[in-house]
């Protein structure tokens, strides 16, 4: 079974342009999540889907990122226009059920350097 | 709110000796713990978790973290490391009673020293 999927694994953009990254969750799986690793700090929670809903968005940064996920299948994360400051590791996982003990699967991540 | 405390962000160790990876965490509410790795170029992978029961937790890869209430800890430890367990380790909570926001620690890059 294919595990969590993320692509591009790298972009490097300039401030100012515009970047998507993609998630394709595991099969069968309605729970999304995305989350950032800014250098040298923390993994944070961004947002969670329950299929095609926001469940919970309040780690977005600010309303220059666009998570959608539409179908509820895969998903996307855009950043319009990108800033220095969001360059980071964005990871996204998956998971059957969302309640706290269950399993999140987490995919390779994509690294998004804003020159 | 939740917050997790990794105190050491690097730990170097020689090959087949012991390790031990700190964390500390901090909530106001129940919650669960976990321990991720972070093997270059993968992504996380779960190691342990401890939702309730026994406070000595059993992983993969032959390590084992116990969850402390009094100390609010939650270390991990392998008594013989090998190379192949150079990564990065993650700390992490989720609150027991709803749905499943993790909270993650800074990290701890563990290199086995041959």
């Known amino acids: 079974e294919a595990g969590v999927t993320q692509f591009p694994s790298h972009s490097v953009i300039e401030k100012g342009q515009t970047v998507t990254l993609r998630c394709d969750p595991i099969s069968g799986h309605d729970n999304l999540y995305w989350y950032r690793r800014v250098m040298g700090k923390e993994i944070k929670f961004l947002l969670h889907?329950?299929?095609?809903?926001?469940?919970?968005e309040s780690g977005m940064p600010n309303n220059r990122f666009l998570a959608e996920r539409t179908g509820g299948t895969y998903s996307t994360l855009k950043v319009q226009p990108a800033e220095l400051e969001d360059s980071g590791v964005y990871f996204c996982a998956s998971s059957q059920v969302s309640s706290g003990s269950s399993e999140q699967f987490f995919g390779p991540g994509t690294r998004l350097t804003v020159l | 709110a939740q917050s997790v405390t990794q105190l050491d962000s690097q730990v170097p160790v020689f090959e087949e000796a012991p390790v031990e990876l700190r964390c500390n965490y901090s909530?106001?509410?129940?919650?669960?713990l976990f321990w991720y790795v972070q093997y270059p170029n993968q992504g996380l992978q779960l190691l342990l978790k401890?939702?309730?029961?026994?406070?000595l937790v059993k992983g993969i890869n032959g390590f084992e973290a116990e969850f402390n209430k009094s100390q609010t800890s939650f270390h991990l430890r392998k008594p013989s490391v090998h190379i192949s367990d150079t990564a990065e380790y993650f700390c992490a909570v989720s609150y027991s009673g709803g749905y499943q926001k993790v909270t993650f620690g800074i990290g701890t890059k563990l290199q086995v020293i041959p």
């Open positions: 889907f329950v299929k095609e809903s926001k469940q919970d």
């Open positions: 909530s106001s509410v129940s919650v669960y």
């Open positions: 401890y939702l309730s029961g026994s406070t």
